[in-house]
T-cell receptor, first 116, second 113 residues
Framework: ETGVTQSPTHLIKTRGQQVTLRCSSQSGHNTVSWYQQALGQGPQFIFQYYREEENGRGNFPPRFSGLQFPNYSSELNVNALELDDSALYLC???????????????FGPGTRLTVL | AQSVTQLGSHVSVSEGALVLLRCNYSSSVPPYLFWYVQYPNQGLQLLLKYTSAATLVKGINGFEAEFKKSETSFHLTKPSAHMSDAAEYFCAVTYTGGFKTIFGAGTRLFVKA
């Protein structure tokens, strides 16, 4: 059973640019969630995808968008980058048999995004 | 609003001493509660979870947590700290029918030799 992987590990962008972060879920997992973890803070829920459709969203603007693909991979896209977008971005996959709220989420190592 | 509060952003213990990391949640509906650990430059690893079964939950690496509804608490304990326990610990909550996991701000555990 392979774990959750994310790419790239680190990324530096300038304000106003666009970025795409990638996540490969654990095999067979139908749910992926994305989180933003600013320095010194806990992860903040961005959104969740279940079977390739957005299943819920946190308090993030529309310039944060995502996709989930049939091969268990997913993307987080951020447009018009702002300095405050600098953070560690984590994805987590789970197999939502009884509901995403009870199933264990398996986290990837994250992508460290720096916006200059 | 639903929230998770972790008391103490930093906790320092001696090796072999009791570890106690505090977590309180706000909830008007039954919660599901989790503790995660994060080592530097790594993602989060699940230590344990409470999903309305036994109130005392045992996790990995000798950690356990007790759900106390009357106190809305879910404190994490370990009888004897090890140097390898030094890390950031996060308490998190989701709710029945919900999809969103809410994390606390985290507690960094230091273990002194």
């Amino acid at each position: 059973e392979t774990g959750v992987t994310q790419s790239p590990t680190h990324l530096i962008k300038t304000r106003g640019q666009q970025v795409t972060l990638r996540c490969s879920s654990q095999s067979g997992h139908n749910t992926v969630s994305w989180y933003q973890q600013a320095l010194g803070q806990g992860p903040q829920f961005i959104f969740q995808y279940y079977r390739e459709e957005e299943n819920g969203r946190g308090n993030f603007p529309p310039r944060f968008s995502g996709l989930q693909f049939p091969n268990y991979s997913s993307e987080l896209n951020v447009n018009a980058l702002e300095l405050d977008d600098s953070a560690l971005y984590l994805c987590a996959s789970s197999l939502a048999e009884r509901g995403p709220h009870t199933d264990t989420q398996y986290f990837g190592p994250g992508t460290r995004l720096t916006v200059l | 609003a639903q929230s998770v509060t972790q008391l103490g952003s930093h906790v320092s213990v001696s090796e072999g001493a009791l570890v106690l990391l505090r977590c309180n949640y706000s909830s008007s509906v039954p919660p599901y509660l989790f503790w995660y650990v994060q080592y530097p430059n790594q993602g989060l690893q699940l230590l344990l979870k409470y999903t309305s079964a036994a109130t005392l939950v045992k996790g990995i690496n000798g950690f356990e947590a007790e759900f106390k509804k009357s106190e809305t608490s879910f404190h994490l304990t370990k009888p004897s700290a090890h140097m390898s326990d030094a890390a950031e610990y996060f308490c998190a909550v989701t709710y029945t029918g919900g999809f969103k996991t809410i994390f606390g701000a985290g507690t960094r555990l230091f273990v002194k030799a």
